[in-house]
């Protein structure tokens, strides 16, 4: 089956630093998404980015598909960037559903 | 509502009881899906609906396990004859047009612990 990794899987960052993310996927994909879990819990959808860039503040995310492999970057981190970060992908042939990587677990701190 | 609601947040039961867990969408949503998420791992996906139907239950792991949603909005998963390894957080998420191509809101999930 398709296998979905990230790094790194743990992260700690001050507060005010940037980082990178990254998910590599072993299939051809046609549809990536990131996801933001807090340490509540709760699930924010961040990208869907099957491929190209977006930026939405902060957070931009970069999705090279031919090369699979997807880039989620966080600038001037602050403490609420904090949690697992998730990657999450539909492959080409096979299921029709989300498949999540494994995540990074983000800790900024003050 | 604001947002996807669950109901209960916390569920406790023990192994071979049979419990139903609730989800209520965004007003509106066509789209409806359940994911299974435990400790340390990212949500696996169960079911998705869109409308009343199941548009892809494939991710439910045994016939012990079943997703209704008979006036398209409102979702219960029940699952019977429980076992311990059915201990998870249950996710719900709802998406305004179906697919995985629209932003999914999450709720904030019914923790289930199978003593």
């Known amino acids: 089956g398709i296998q979905v990794e990230q790094s790194p899987p743990d992260l700690i960052l001050q507060e005010g630093a940037n980082s990178t993310l990254r998910c590599n996927f072993s299939d051809s994909v046609n549809n990536l998404q990131w996801f933001h879990q807090n340490p509540w819990g709760q699930l924010i959808n961040l990208f869907y980015i099957p491929s190209g860039t977006k930026q939405n503040g902060r957070l931009s995310a970069t999705t090279v598909a031919t090369e699979r492999y997807s880039l989620l970057y966080i600038s001037s981190s602050q403490t609420t960037d904090s949690g697992v970060y998730f990657c999450?992908?539909?492959?080409?042939?096979?299921?029709?559903?989300?498949?999540f990587g494994t995540g990074t677990r983000l800790t900024v701190i003050p | 509502g604001a947002g996807v609601s669950q109901t209960p947040s916390n569920k406790v039961t023990e192994k071979g009881k049979y419990v139903e867990l609730r989800c209520d969408p965004i007003s509106g949503h066509t789209a409806l899906y359940w994911y299974r998420q435990s400790l340390g791992q990212g949500p696996e996906f169960l079911i998705y609906?869109?409308?009343?139907?199941?548009?892809?239950d494939s991710g439910l792991p045994n016939d012990r396990f079943f997703a209704v949603r008979p006036e398209g909005s409102v979702s219960t998963l029940k699952i019977q004859r429980t076992e311990r390894g059915d201990s998870a957080v249950y996710l719900c998420?709802?998406?305004?047009?179906?697919?995985?191509?629209?932003?999914?809101?999450f709720g904030p999930g019914t923790r289930l612990t199978v003593l």
């Open positions: 998420a709802s998406s305004l047009t179906p697919g995985f191509t629209d932003t999914q809101y």
């Open positions: 609906f869109q409308g009343t139907g199941a548009a892809d």
């Open positions: 999450a992908v539909i492959i080409q042939t096979g299921a029709n559903n989300l498949f």
